[in-house]
């Protein structure tokens, strides 16, 4: 396994880390998601096998959230009984019902009791990573939710803090604020923050965590199970896997190593189903940086279209 330098934090952190959404809720594309919800969660049990061998293999990083229904919960068990403990990230939402920022006492309570039921449900006095969860500009405009933030800190709740972030304007004020870390959505198909963001977290220091590797699915196999009114991406998700298999690459494969490619990229969280699958990650993230001519075949592959980049604007889990 790969470690990279996790921004100015001095901790090196495997270039894979483990994303969690689908041990706890129903996620990614199948055939009836819009009926279903998504795939179901593997089994509890499986969810452990999978910990135990991204650990084994030397992954030392795992995201989950309050959010991903009960991720946090069979992590912790899961967790039980490891010699070695990795270090964990999570999230808190700091909006209310509307989706407007939280402020003052509402916003604290908010932070505070989420954190709390995140070190419960996890089964541990602290986290290593503590990230607002989808903060919008609106949020971090502000210099509260960061004094917040640095109140966890201070209480040893959590070592480092960031932001999840969609966009290009909430990970921009989130480097400015001198945050520990962002995760940002990066792919084939979504290169928005390619030339501004990555580059500028990396001159100041800030770890980048990429998420949306495989984009939900769109850059594997399931591509074709997308549904119909995404239409322009299931074309583009057919031209990726033509190139892939030009070159006798599996997609995922291609995906994953196209990310880590990217010098600023801190990890590439990927989110497993099966051992089958994160074996296939791991083979792929030991086969060095993509060379030239294939980054030049996937560069028309890139769109700015959010409608097609962004899972949340999809309609479906």
Request: a negative charge; one cysteine or more.
């Amino acid at each position: 396994m790969e470690f990279r330098p996790f921004g100015n934090t001095g901790l090196q952190i495997s270039a894979l880390s483990l994303g969690t959404a689908a041990f706890g809720m129903n996620y990614g594309i199948s055939p009836d998601a819009s009926k279903t919800g998504g795939l179901p969660p593997p089994s509890d049990a499986d969810c452990a096998m999978l910990v135990q061998c991204a650990l084994d293999s030397g992954i030392n990083l795992i995201d989950t959230a309050r959010a991903y229904g009960d991720s946090e919960v069979v992590l912790g068990e899961a967790l039980q009984g490891q010699r070695q403990r990795p270090f964990i990230a999570t999230k808190v939402h700091c909006l209310d019902r509307r989706g407007a920022p939280l402020r003052g006492s509402a916003l604290r309570a908010r932070v505070q009791a989420s954190v709390r039921k995140s070190l419960e449900a996890l089964k541990t006095d602290h986290v290593d990573m503590l990230l607002i969860h989808s903060a919008p500009p609106t949020l971090l405009q502000s210099n509260e939710v960061i004094d917040v933030l640095r109140e966890v800190k201070s209480r040893g709740w959590a070592r480092y803090v960031g932001a999840s972030t969609y966009g290009q304007e909430s990970p921009q004020l989130a480097i400015e604020h001198d945050l520990d870390l962002i995760q940002v959505a990066y792919n084939v198909f979504d290169r928005r923050l390619e030339d501004t963001i990555l580059p500028l977290a990396r001159q100041h220091g800030v770890a980048v965590v990429v998420r949306s590797v495989y984009l939900k699915g769109a850059l594997t196999e399931r591509g074709d199970d997308l549904p119909e009114h995404l239409g322009q991406l299931t074309d583009l998700s057919r031209r990726f896997r033509q190139i892939a298999a030009q070159y006798e690459l599996a997609p995922a494969d291609l995906a994953l190593r196209f990310v880590l490619t990217n010098p600023a990229v801190a990890s590439a969280l990927v989110g497993v189903r099966s051992v089958a699958e994160l074996d296939l990650a791991l083979q792929s993230a030991t086969q060095g940086p993509l060379p030239p001519n294939i980054l030049a075949d996937l560069d028309p592959l890139r769109t700015d279209d959010v409608q097609l980049v962004d899972p949340s604007r999809w309609g479906i889990p």
